[in-house]
């Protein structure tokens, strides 16, 4: 049903019909920011809701029968009862909920505002809170699992929430979308999860790839030795599932030239959030601040920061001359 | 038949009997090195075996029927034809089988030399290539699994050897006190494949320490966030089967106070393995030397040094006052 | 003079007989920010200048005759044609210039604002464009020399402005104020290059510890080593200036319980000024980042965040347990 | 005198007259290690002392009336009653002095064997005790300075010795190469202070070069960075004697395509020998392993080994893409 729709766009005059099959209850969902994520988050959204849907993006409408305009924000807001955002930073989301011609300009009361951009986790509570004040209902859920997961709706969904009845609200939705949804805690604490996740992930890619290049220069086969790390003490996502050594592992983006995966502008851009948050809250970091300036450093090498974040390793090991 | 053998010493008249039951061509293994981790080790070897057996601890011999003296090294030399060592540091490695008096004075052809220490991989080749040189067969085989695996028999040895026929032979006894041995390549492989695993541990122990500390003070609970980890790109050993914070996991070392498993000084001691490693081979480190850093200065602090190197999270979260 | 007006109150019916000593062309300057910093140079200003004078606190009124009350910054603009700002953090700056009842409220045409807060650069060259936009003239004139500084008034003011005209206008009141005034370029310069410096003195200090505590424990006398490296290459203020190890030098902070000088607290504060420009500006620090951590990890440690930030000495040397 | 020797040869036949100018209680003069540092050193050394000098460089003879030659360390030290030596590392300096034919085979009573090699602390110690034992003087007397110094002769020595006596008699000679001796404490201060030096110089210039890449980042011109912080407390040698941006200072290697001064590799070895007597002494570096690491990671990177030891600049900015 789904794949038929995004062949076919479904003719226009069968959208009366696809209407009437809607309950009368159906709740109208709008979606805003439909970049590489979240365009395939709303097609999941949207096909697999059947319900009236809002969003901005006119390829969208024309893909998918149930999904009409909306002309801004705000006018979103009026039509929706549900809201989904998936924005590149805080700005961002900001001024999408309460700039000008915003979602508050709009607003309904008890509107679900579900946002899944991965953002400051201070501006994330910030945001819901002034929505929560204005009488909607707000959650974070930042996701895991890249444009693979999204195409696939395989996503993770960290979430943080004032309460258990908005996380259930919300995960009627999100499962749409992925097939791992998480309560992580209150407001803003699916931010940090994500973040959290995202800081040991850097790290273990990092320490990974120097672990793999001194066995190297130290004569070992890579693979030989990523697979006695594999079962030993030092095994970790990094080294097991996208291990950066070219040809360890077939399917992992260094096999594939660094191409796909997880790009190193955006863990850089994570690991920025990281040291927000790790200001705010006077924590101190030792290999997060490293880590952060190693990533600072290859993103300005060459093509590096459109790599995908394994690329570490060549930025390791090709100074080996 | 072992926990007897240590519950209850066997009468020295036991011996002769005992004596007989040996195969004609059993072997004489001999034994240097048994601290804490040899000890068990050797056990293990010994009744297994059911061969001649030398080593240089009387209560090893009160406590072993098959076990008789050796006087020093050359005497244990001249009567063993396997000799398995498990010494502190290279210093001990050298002058046990190269110094006055060492194997080396009493060494027989063909004699297979297995050094399950963990030392510097420059050593460790340098003493194998002048056994070979003598006419001997050496291979390097340092363990991993600590205390607890020696005891049960169930550690894992990385072995680096000339050929695939030393190899073989090492395994027949290697085998007998551990439950995996693993080939990584020439004479030095089996120390630089255990190095560079534990420099991976340190990296991601310290930084789950990291992000771990990271969430519980944006207001996580730190079990919620290592679930998620754990099911996510973060996930490692340290996080989910030695979780550094405390009650996370019921039998880490954390929970218990820090006690138990791989003490802060002895992590401290392989990373300056890594580091003379990295040297060597003009392999750069950079998170590796922070790690180290950081040992080295948790390891002054009170009596961190003595606890397992998780403890590193007690090092950052204890300064948030 | 001055003193003497310190120590007794000018009665108030003196008061117009001061003010008939104005000249018609007297400018009116404002002062907002009478902290520790602020209210010695507000102080050293009032009384060199013998112009009309407003400012927010009725102390500094009754120590100073030709100072007289405004009610807001609003108030303030209104009545002065010259303002000068010292405060703690971005935030102040920006509602105390642009923010309900700030200096936009009031602000004359052609009016010199005055910035000398450290504060993010980015924040510092926003504000100053947007009261420059409005008709006034703005430059940013961050301080060094501390709370000394500003009581015997030998400060030095790092200035940012738009042209040459407005650097003269502000320099002949920074004079009155500080010793040392130079322009460092371009709104924002001033910000700039006081973060820059304070980089390189973290840094330095920071080195300066590690090196003389190493000495200290290959056992060299900390003074011997000090003088040995204050005629070498490895000589920074930090090492002959304000030496971190104590009895070094007699005048410096660590000699007296690491108190005086400049807090660790402001000094990290500082460092995280450097990580938000570093970021802004897609630069890669190494050394910066790690000690932003060492000053982020020791400020939570006892008493550490309020003394002089030469302890860090104390914080490496101390774990020598 | 110095010049004219070094520009036309002293004719075999001059030998006779230039002989009996000694007087009769002259010591003979033994120097061994004629590379670049050396080879000037001795110059210095052998046309100032005019008494008989022993080496084992022919063109060192050829062109000095009163060198004679060695056939090996061995020969010399029977010979000479002063030895100097100058040489790359520990493992030269032990087996010039104590291996096979060496210093040790030939060394006459109270005979001052003065190492101005820049090596391992511990093996300085080690090396010099044993000469002591055997019945001769021994200092350690490390330089700074420079192929520069050597030539002009203004080197600086860091002595270290047993008593004042021995350092006494050593500072005759090292005043004929040098223009500054200083006594840094016991056998191995020498060694202790030059590393410490170095550490917090390696420390300074990579600071320094990431300050003023954030300034140049930031729109500053990195003369006026620079002008501003050699006056204010971020001063030190790496910014106002030898910046690492080019034009900065004419003088400076950065300005000359970082050829001349100070080799990275060099850095890199003494860096090396820091982490050496930072783990033999237990003591936490945190900057200096990560400037380690720098030092590693650019030494790899095309001819940076080569050049100044400020290309970390470059390392730094010429990622900026």
Same mark, same amino acid.
């Given at each position: 049903?789904?794949?038929?729709?995004?062949?076919?766009?479904?003719?226009?005059?069968?959208?009366?019909?696809?209407?009437?099959?809607?309950?009368?209850?159906?709740?109208?969902?709008?979606?805003?920011?439909?970049?590489?994520?979240?365009?395939?988050?709303?097609?999941?959204?949207?096909?697999?809701?059947?319900?009236?849907?809002?969003?901005?993006?006119?390829?969208?409408?024309?893909?998918?029968?149930?999904?009409?305009?909306?002309?801004?924000?705000?006018?979103?807001?009026?039509?929706?009862?549900?809201?989904?955002?998936?924005?590149?930073?805080?700005?961002?989301?900001?001024?999408?909920?309460?700039?000008?011609?915003?979602?508050?300009?709009?607003?309904?009361?008890?509107? &679900?505002?579900?946002?899944? @951009? !991965?953002?400051?986790?201070s501006?994330?509570i910030?945001?819901?809170?002034? =929505?929560?004040? #204005? +009488?909607?209902?707000?959650?974070?859920?930042?996701?895991?699992g890249?444009?693979m997961?999204?195409?696939?709706?395989?996503?993770?969904?960290m979430?943080?929430?004032?309460?258990?009845?908005?996380?259930?609200?919300?995960?009627?939705?999100?499962?749409?979308?992925?097939?791992?949804?998480?309560?992580?805690?209150?407001?803003?604490?699916?931010?940090?999860?994500?973040?959290?996740?995202?800081?040991?992930?850097?790290?273990?890619?990092?320490?990974?790839?120097?672990?793999?290049?001194?066995?190297?220069?130290?004569?070992?086969?890579?693979?030989?030795?990523?697979g006695?790390?594999?079962?030993?003490?030092?095994?970790?996502?990094?080294?097991?599932?996208?291990?950066?050594?070219?040809?360890? &592992?077939?399917?992992?983006? @260094? !096999?594939?030239?660094?191409?796909?995966?997880?790009?190193?502008?955006?863990? =850089?851009?994570? #690991? +920025?959030?990281?040291?927000?948050?790790?200001?705010?809250?006077?924590?101190p970091l030792?290999?997060?601040?490293?880590?952060?300036?190693?990533?600072?450093?290859?993103?300005?090498?060459?093509?590096?920061?459109?790599k995908?974040?394994?690329?570490?390793?060549?930025?390791?090991?090709?100074?080996?001359?």
């Open positions: 049903m789904l794949s038929s729709t995004l062949r076919t766009p479904v003719p226009r005059l069968a959208r009366p019909l696809l209407a009437r099959q809607y309950s009368s209850s159906a709740p109208t969902i709008g979606f805003i920011g439909l970049g590489q994520m979240g365009y395939n988050m709303a097609t999941h959204l949207c096909t697999k809701s059947q319900s009236p849907f809002v969003d901005t993006v006119a390829k969208f409408q024309d893909e998918n029968a149930n999904a009409t305009a909306a002309s801004s924000p705000a006018d979103l807001a009026d039509k929706a009862s549900v809201i989904v955002t998936v924005l590149p930073e805080s700005a961002h989301v900001r001024s999408v909920y309460l700039g000008n011609n915003g979602v508050r300009d709009g607003l309904r009361k008890n509107t &679900l505002c579900i946002d899944s @951009s !991965t953002i400051d986790t501006v994330s910030d945001v819901s809170r002034q =929505l929560i004040g #204005l +009488g909607a209902r707000a959650v974070d859920a930042p996701i895991s890249g444009i997961g999204a195409k696939a709706g395989t996503l993770t969904f979430v943080g929430s004032e309460n258990a009845q908005d996380y259930d609200a919300a995960k009627v939705y999100l499962e749409r979308m992925g097939k791992n949804v998480v309560r992580c805690g209150d407001l803003g604490a699916g931010q940090a999860a994500k973040i959290c996740n995202n800081l040991l992930l850097a790290i273990s890619m990092v320490g990974t790839a120097e672990a793999l290049n001194l066995g190297v220069r130290l004569g070992l086969d890579p693979s030989v030795l990523a006695i790390i594999n079962t030993s003490s030092g095994r970790c996502w990094s080294s097991d599932t996208s291990n950066p050594v070219p040809d360890v &592992l077939p399917n992992a983006p @260094s !096999t594939n030239g660094y191409n796909g995966g997880f790009k190193s502008k955006l863990m =850089l851009k994570d #690991l +920025g959030l990281v040291a927000n948050a790790a200001k705010d809250s006077k924590t030792m290999l997060g601040g490293l880590v952060e300036s190693i990533y600072r450093h290859l993103s300005n090498q060459g093509d590096m920061a459109e995908d974040f394994s690329v570490v390793y060549k930025w390791l090991a090709e100074s080996q001359k």
